[in-house]
């Protein structure tokens, strides 16, 4: 039972900031909320990463980014600068950014 635990545990990927530094940033922390600013260079993909609790996400500027999830299947989210939408808790996938320029939102997650 205890190799099917560690197992289970391992298809999860590590939430974005410990994940892919390199594009999510903390740049505030509380005992309530976590705030992440996320950075995609044009054309980049960041690593599998998960959203393991209720979020936020502020778009900075327009843009377009691809979701990769484990099974192959795709979507793209769009989003408009100075608009906010929830994201659902997810236990892997990737962004990739197929916009004409950087991606640059704010995640607010819920402690």
Same mark, same amino acid.
């Given at each position: 039972a205890? /190799?099917w635990i560690?197992? !289970?545990?391992?298809? &999860?990927?590590?939430?974005t900031?410990?994940? #892919?530094?390199?594009?999510y940033k903390v +740049?505030? =922390? &509380?005992q309530?909320?976590?705030? /992440? !600013?996320?950075?995609w260079?044009k054309?980049?993909t #960041?690593k599998p @990463?998960?959203h393991?609790a !209720?979020f936020?996400?502020y778009?900075?500027? #327009?843009c377009?980014?691809?979701? @990769?999830?484990? &099974?192959?299947?795709t979507? &793209?989210s769009?989003?408009? !600068?100075? $608009?906010a939408?929830a994201?659902? /808790? $997810?236990?892997s @996938?990737t962004a =990739?950014?197929v916009? =004409?320029? #950087?991606?640059?939102? +704010?995640?607010v =997650?819920r402690?």
């Open positions: 205890m /190799i560690v197992s !289970a545990v391992a298809q &999860d990927s590590p939430p900031y410990q994940a #892919d530094p390199t594009v +740049i505030f =922390e &509380d309530n909320f976590r705030v /992440i !600013a996320g950075t260079k054309g980049t #960041d @990463h998960s393991p !209720a936020v996400v778009a900075l500027n #327009d377009t980014l691809r979701l @990769h999830n484990p &099974d192959g299947t979507r &793209d769009k989003s408009t !600068a100075g $608009t939408f994201g659902p /808790i $997810t236990s @996938h =990739e950014n916009s =004409e320029s #950087d991606c640059q939102a +704010i995640f =997650e402690k």
